[in-house]
């Protein structure tokens, strides 16, 4: 078997954000909360459950390279994504602190001949993705990413606290006290009347909770960080919970994200994503990143590497 | 946890993101631990082939910081709560030492640790002087050595001391080491015979070396024991004090000393013209510039080769006219130059009627201030010369004279001084001449005599056996081979102007930086063994400063001296204790 690195950057060529599409036959209820007919902003509440601590969970990864596998009496080769990611949790509870980091290096390949890629600077785990085409290598890398969060949150739970996972909570509503935050709006889910409330809300101020049923059924709101934009929808998040969770909870956790989450938007001087990108989840990413290596040195390493399995 | 461990637990490791080199390498500390300037470390490296290389060396620089920090305002999020960030510490380590001699750098991440007592006293070369000299505490709390053989002359001479005045303590410095000289056993069995001239040139501090210091602490007494020093005053000092003015029997123009030995000092007329003395009264930067140091020097030739010593009061008889005062040799001098018929006798050659009048009139100027010091009128009997025979520590007090006096008094005993060693043919036993203000004795522009004989000093004292202990406010403005000749040099607290001069190359900038803000007590120490000068503190004088601190006065002498300034109607006044903060 031979292994070849492609010479195209990997930055080139990546698919979007890499996420889920969004589904956008989605059943929608709205009442869960109040009656449809009596959706107005709510303002956040001064009191409810308030969690000992909040825990942001969120990941990044980085492509470091396309391989080609080579079997001899294969004329086609077949292609493999060597890639870095890392997933970690920042605890608030006064101080701000990564408390959980990891980073694993996985190859993603349909090939079952593929083996471990050893280089000096690391080992490239194999991974069997279902597919061999790029889209479906870039999907097991996000598969991997997410049950990496999912594994780190898990060590740093403690009773009582409250789990922001970055990003949807799809695949992840088993976990107690979690919360999908997600800042981008691929899909509209409520019809021209309710949206129009959702434009005027004010900073801090919610929607009523409702139930979304696409794929997978959960709880969401609709939220606004404190923005000096004038755009209708800047500053709007929507933050999930389980399905499985009852009414009340599900109200008391929206109560919560109106408390916790603004005073950590972050401010667009300091944040191209501002204010949706939380400010310890921007330090989170910087320390991840960081903590993946570097790309450059990387790439030499598996190229030294490859050439050594031929 | 016990002391073993926290000395041999690392402190940090070699950073990586700076360059570490085998002279100087970053450590970032690791979490819970610190490091403060001076401090000493240790880091160690196996080269193949070549075994173990320690490298180790003082921290001269200590930096803390936000990683994970992009903006400034980051620090309110991040002490809010809200940015996961991290404290940083870094220290910068300045090398000292790498044994064995393989200049190879330290390897980042190898763990760096502070060195225990045996690794500090090497890293700091200590173990490899033979004769260690105390020169103060450490910011460890430990003693810190000089090498011996870089002050007593066997491989380098002289100490060069800088600070600003009132706050640097030059002065309390210099006569610490002294007392360390003396007391510390360096000099073994010539300690007894070594000996120092000690310059008192800003106010009564320096008369009551001999005198207990009744404010020193216990605490200060462990600081003396700590060094190996035993806190007590000068064991054997002499004053040398000019004589009161105006009085007929010439007694000292002292005060506060009521005990220990005091004598006036004054030159007679017939040593005055024996030994040239002239060109000392013209010792001015004014002089220098002036058209008539050739007349000056035919004046001295004449007065040395005509004046006849008359009676025994030091009396002389010049030209036919008996002198009796230094005012009458100064009229006879503008009577004889002044003269058409007698001028050639004194200046062959055509000296210009401008250069005699402009010597006459620097002449008639000294009358008031040497008037005192240079005379022929005073009973001889017992007269106690200035020299440095009578005691260890001779002080010749000078700080009441005017400046010209003191020029002249600091000018003759210098020349004295050496002579004395040029004549014994031997550099043993040493002496060590303490003077400040050396900027003005021996500035950077011109020449004068003075100059000159400091100079001498400088260069040839390393084998005369004179040791100069100068000390002065700006280094910049003293004859330069004057600094480059001392082997030890030594700040206190700088101007901020000063500190910039090439003359303060031998401190890192850090060490410029501080010396802005050294307290009073601290010193940065250079010697030529080390390639980063050493913060030093040295403890309270064991000797008293000035009258309020005086305690017992030792041993009154006895003899004719002791009877002579028991007999002054002055001598007995108390002056006021007033309590004013100490010098120190």
Known sequence: ?310 | MTTDDVTRDPVGRVLGTQPASPLTFWTALLPEQWLQLDDVVVTERDVPGRGRVVTSGIVTQVEARHEGATFASDVHLIADGTLPAEVVEQAEVTVTRVEPELYVPPTPGAAVRRAEAGERDAALHFDAMERQLPIGTGRDGRPVFANFDFVDGTKGAHVSISGISGVATKTSYALFLLHSVFTSGVLGAKAANTKAMVYCVKGEDLLYLDYPNTRLTPEAEADYALLGLPATPFRSVHVFAPPRPGDPSGTPAVTGRQGGAVTSMFWTLAEFCRDEMLPFCFADAEDDRAQYTLLIGQVAARLKREAVPIGDTGAVQVAGHTVRTWEDLVRLLDAELTDDATRSGWTPGATALGSVNAFLRRLHSSVRALGPLVRGDLDLRDRVPVSTSQAQVTVVDIHSLPDRAQRFVVGTTLRRQLRDKEASGTADPLTFIVLDELNKYAPREGSHPIKEILLDVAERGRSLGVVLVGAQQTASEVERRIVSNCAIRVAGRLDPAEAGRPEYGYLPPSQRQRALLAKPGSMFVSQPDLPVPLAVGFPFPAWATRAAEAGAPPEAPTGVQASKVAADPFARFTPDRGDDPAPF
């Open chain 1, 1 to 310: 078997m031979r292994v070849a690195v492609d010479p195209w950057d990997p930055g080139y060529g990546t698919p979007g954000a890499g996420g889920e599409p969004d589904d956008v036959s989605a059943r929608v209820t709205l009442d869960l909360e109040v009656p449809a007919d009596q959706w107005r902003p709510l303002p956040a509440d001064r009191e409810g459950w308030e969690p000992t601590q909040v825990l942001l969970v969120d990941g990044v990864r980085r492509v470091d390279a396309r391989l080609w596998f080579g079997l001899d009496d294969d004329p086609v080769p077949q292609p493999g994504l060597a890639a870095s990611h890392a997933a970690g949790v920042v605890r608030l509870d006064g101080s701000a602190r990564v408390v959980a980091q990891r980073v694993e290096r996985t190859l993603f390949t349909a090939l079952g001949a593929a083996r471990d890629l050893v280089t000096p600077l690391g080992t490239y785990r194999v991974a069997h993705a279902a597919g061999g085409d790029d889209d479906a290598l870039r999907l097991a890398l996000q598969q991997r990413m997410t049950s990496l969060e999912v594994a780190v949150a898990d060590a740093a739970r403690v009773d009582d606290d409250l789990l922001v996972v970055d990003g949807p909570l799809r695949g992840r509503t088993a976990l107690p006290r979690a919360m999908g935050y997600v800042k981008a709006h691929h899909a509209t889910y409520l019809d021209d009347a309710r949206n129009a409330v959702v434009a005027a809300l004010g900073p801090c101020e919610r929607t009523p909770v409702f139930t979304i049923g696409t794929s997978w059924t959960r709880h969401a709101w609709y939220l606004r960080l404190p923005t000096s934009s004038t755009m209708p929808w800047a500053g709007i998040v929507r933050c999930e919970v389980a399905d499985t969770l009852s009414r009340g909870e599900a109200v008391a956790l929206a109560g919560v994200s109106c408390r916790v989450l603004p005073p950590l938007a972050s401010l667009p001087h300091k944040d191209p994503r501002a204010p949706a990108n939380l400010v310890p989840v921007g330090g989170l990413e910087r320390t991840l990143r960081h903590r993946l290596g570097d790309a450059v040195k990387l790439h030499r390493a598996i190229t030294v590497a490859a050439a050594r399995v031929a």
